[in-house]
T-cell receptor, first 115, second 116 residues
Framework: NAGVTQTPKFQVLKTGQSMTLQCAQD?????MSWYRQDPGMGLRLIHY???????DQGEVPNGYNVSRSTTEDFPLRLLSAAPSQTSVYFC??????????????FGQGTRLTVV | AQKITQTQPGMFVQEKEAVTLDCTYD???????LFWYKQPSSGEMIFLIY??????QNATEGRYSLNFQKARKSANLVISASQLGDSAMYFC?????????????FGTGTRLQVFP
């Protein structure tokens, strides 16, 4: 049971570099989300998707792009990394049935450092 | 806009004692769900318990129970008989009922430390 798989687990980038954080789920979940976790601020929603081809912005979308071409994958792209994007990133997925009572399943997280 | 507030940055509890972690929320949607997650030092997010806005009874899952007071918009987590392994960050979260969004919003968390 793979669940939600994020890669890589750790990454160091230089300011201005671009990269893509990968997220894949094998539970056929329609809903997928990206969060960032910073000390003292909990998890903040970056972008989310309610199905293939549909994405929307969360609380802190600036500097990040997403796309959802398949149900399984929801990559997060940093176009030009900045030190303020140093954080731990979590991908999550959930089933749409009885939406409000469906727990979100989280990946293991990606620890990103931008120098 | 939906909002989750956790006012306790840190809590201490002695092993085998009970502890309550506070969570208040704000939403205008009559249909919503409240969740608690545990994040140990290893970093993963572990789902603990769920409470629906229309549920008549407080949710319970083993040593975890949710003290749901709808009129006060509070959803406190109660951990009974604390164990050393309960030491972790605890996050309260809320999802509103609209099918067109997946906005699971989190509070800032409470760090619980259980001492012998």
């Amino acid at each position: 049971n793979a669940g939600v798989t994020q890669t890589p687990k750790f990454q160091v980038l230089k300011t201005g570099q671009s990269m893509t954080l990968q997220c894949a789920q094998d539970m056929n979940h329609e809903y997928m989300s990206w969060y960032r976790q910073d000390p003292g601020m909990g998890l903040r929603l970056i972008h989310y998707s309610v199905g293939a081809g549909i994405t929307d912005q969360g609380e802190v979308p600036n500097g990040y792009n997403v796309s959802r071409s398949t149900t399984e994958d929801f990559p997060l792209r940093l176009l030009s990394a900045a030190p303020s994007q140093t954080s731990v990133y979590f991908c999550a997925s959930s089933s749409p049935r009885q939406l409000q009572n469906t727990e979100a399943f989280f990946g293991q997280g990606t620890r990103l450092t931008v120098v | 806009a939906q909002k989750i507030t956790q006012t306790q940055p840190g809590m201490f509890v002695q092993e085998k004692e009970a502890v309550t972690l506070d969570c208040t929320y704000d939403t205008s949607d009559p249909s919503y769900g409240l969740f608690w997650y545990k994040q140990p030092s290893s970093g993963e997010m572990i789902f603990l318990i769920y409470q629906g806005s229309y549920d008549q009874q407080n949710a319970t899952e083993g040593r975890y129970s949710l003290n749901f007071q709808k009129a006060r918009k509070s959803a406190n987590l109660v951990i009974s008989a604390s164990q050393l392994g309960d030491s972790a960050m605890y996050f309260c979260a809320m999802r509103e009922g609209s099918r067109n969004t997946d906005k699971l919003i989190f509070g800032t968390g409470t760090r619980l430390q259980v001492f012998p």
